[in-house]
């Protein structure tokens, strides 16, 4: 009788209907702005905004750089990395995400579609804020994957190039037939369920105190629902797919140390860049974990960020002679 029960009770779920849950944006009300402290989009929902700014000693930014965070994240992730840059004469945007931090239903999924356009609307408010300008798209992992989806798509007004640091690629074309199939049945029949990454043995950073601010964070989400999780996926499906079409100049930054994104999606991406784009540059990082740019020696990735964007030609800070690769026209593992 409990067997059957039982039995009874996946079946209904299995069958049930239940589906992974997004909150689409609303109808468009008005045309994007951009505010003091926050980017107001066409349907009205307001993504708070945080800003380094240059000092007055600078007259007008050198560059933009608009910073899009990772997931379970939110726009302070760039603050050291912001300050850095500002001492540098360089300006930087980061916003929170639909779904994160201070952004409207936090750990909600609110699409890929969403992500993408609210990045191309405010790419050309900041544009528009500083005609003439350099501007640069900054992704942290899934902010990666949602740069790449954006240029994919062609959503993307002109920017000057894209860094992508960690970039999320993991889609379902390089996970196992099992995580596959689970994350299906799981978001499909228990879309609202809210799982934890901790106890994977995963180590995102060497800094730990860092790490541990994030833990008491109320704005970082800890337990994500799974119909956030699918939603993820189908992003890093978009972002992979698109890889063949991203156009330099690029640079796409890795720690050696990396143990989030596995390394055949990284080299699903490297395969499918395109062949004869010599602007596109891959650099490693030998103590370099996921979050490159909270790491314990992160200022030598932000020093690097700061003169690629400079001149994205030439030798990065941090490569001696020997280090220093050559720059293909089809980027290779090192």
Known sequence: MKT???LSVIGLLLFSGCSPRIM?????????????DRFIMADGAALPLRLWQPGPEFGKPKAVIIALHGFNDYSKAFEKAGEFWATRGILTYAFDQRGFGDAPFPSRWHGADA???DLAAITILVRQRHP????FLLGESMGGAV??????AKFLPKVDGIILSAPAVW???VMPAWQRASLWVFAHTAPGLRVSGSGFGRKPSDNIEMLRALSRDPKVIKRTRMDAVHGLVNLMDKALAASSKITGPALILYGKREDIIPDTARKALEGRLPPDDCHIRIEDYESGYHMLLRDLKAKIVWADITA???NPA???PSRTPKLQKKLACKPRLP
């Not at 689409?24 to 003091?36: A, C, D, F």
């Not at 003439?132 to 501007?135: A, V």
């Not at 740069?147 to 994919?152: F, L, Q, S, T, V």
């Open 171 to 173: 889609s379902r074309s």
């Open 115 to 117: 992500l993408v356009n």
């Open 314 to 316: 030439s030798p990065l």
């Open 308 to 310: 690629w964007i400079s």
């Open 132 to 135: 003439g300008t350099p501007i």
């Open 4 to 6: 059957g029960l039982v």
């Open 24 to 36: 689409h944006p609303g109808k468009s009300v008005q045309i994007p702005t951009l505010e003091t």
């Open 147 to 152: 740069i790449m989806a954006a240029a994919g």
